[in-house]
């Protein structure tokens, strides 16, 4: 019941930035914890950082201090401020959203992707 967005991937230098967008429809936007994951080629999915509908943060070791996840929910729209990027940030970058509304009931979504490259 939820339809994500991603945009603002693309080609960064070392040390650059990028903000990635995720806008959301189809359902109620603030109840839900939304993250964004990545995937390089020849790796596994994993979770960058995390934002739950109370505002709480979770970052992987590898970009704690470097990117900042945040959402608007009057805009249904997360974000995820990359600074100090490193090569080893390229991959495609996925929004999740992710909902429990009871203890044996899981919503979760996922957008189309969007690339991150890194590179000099």
């Known amino acids: 019941q939820v339809q994500l967005v991603e945009s603002g991937g693309g080609l960064a230098q070392p040390g650059g930035s990028l903000r990635l967008s995720c806008a959301a429809s189809g359902s109620i936007f603030s109840i839900y914890t939304m993250g964004w994951y990545r995937q390089a080629p020849g790796k596994q999915r994993e979770l960058v950082a995390a934002i739950t509908s109370g505002g709480s943060t979770n970052y992987a070791d590898s970009v704690k201090g470097r990117f900042t996840i945040s959402r608007d929910n009057a805009k249904n729209t997360v974000y995820l401020q990359m600074n100090s990027l490193k090569p080893e940030d390229t991959a495609v970058y996925y929004c999740?959203?992710?909902?429990?509304?009871?203890?044996?009931?899981?919503?979760?979504?996922w957008g189309q992707g969007t690339q991150v490259t890194v590179s000099s």
């Open positions: 999740n959203a992710r909902a429990t509304p009871t203890e044996d009931a899981r919503y979760d979504y």
